[in-house]
């Protein structure tokens, strides 16, 4: 099994930072892509926020682009994301994503962390 764990969550004002932590565990052979999505409150989607390949290619979601950093650090089995310049509607739970192959079938498959919140008011 594998567990993903997001941290760093929390209340800030417009205009704020947060940094988000996402930890991978468990049977790893390797990870391929690493994304964070997002659901508002009141939305049954998840939005994409970011992803990240193991040679640091990203994409951004057009809503976080210029103002959110997605990074990785492959030997600690983990992403990050940097948000700057938050918007109250930047307001949701954040969730960490990973296409992980198994140490023990060789198989991939996507996991979902647990989710962090985020709320951004005055």
């Known amino acids: 099994q594998v567990q993903l764990v997001e941290s760093g969550g929390g209340l800030v ?3 704020g930072s947060l940094r988000l932590s996402c930890a991978a565990s468990g049977n790893i052979f390797s990870i391929n ?3 964070w999505y997002r659901q508002a409150p009141g939305k049954q989607q998840r939005e994409l926020v970011a ?3 193991p040679s ?3 994409n951004y979601g057009n809503s976080v682009a210029g103002r959110f950093t997605v990074s990785r650090d492959n030997a600690k089995n983990s992403a990050y ?3 700057n310049n938050l918007k ?3 307001t949701a739970v954040y969730y960490c994503n990973a296409l992980v192959r198994s140490s ?3 198989n991939y498959r996507y996991y979902w962390g647990q989710g962090t919140q985020v ?3 005055s």
């Open 13 to 15: 004002q417009p205009g």
């Open 33 to 35: 892509i690493m994304g």
């Open 51 to 53: 992803t990240i390949t």
């Open 56 to 58: 640091d290619r990203v």
């Open 81 to 83: 994301l940097q948000m």
């Open 88 to 90: 109250p509607e930047d």
């Open 104 to 106: 023990t079938t060789q």
């Open 119 to 121: 709320t951004v008011s």
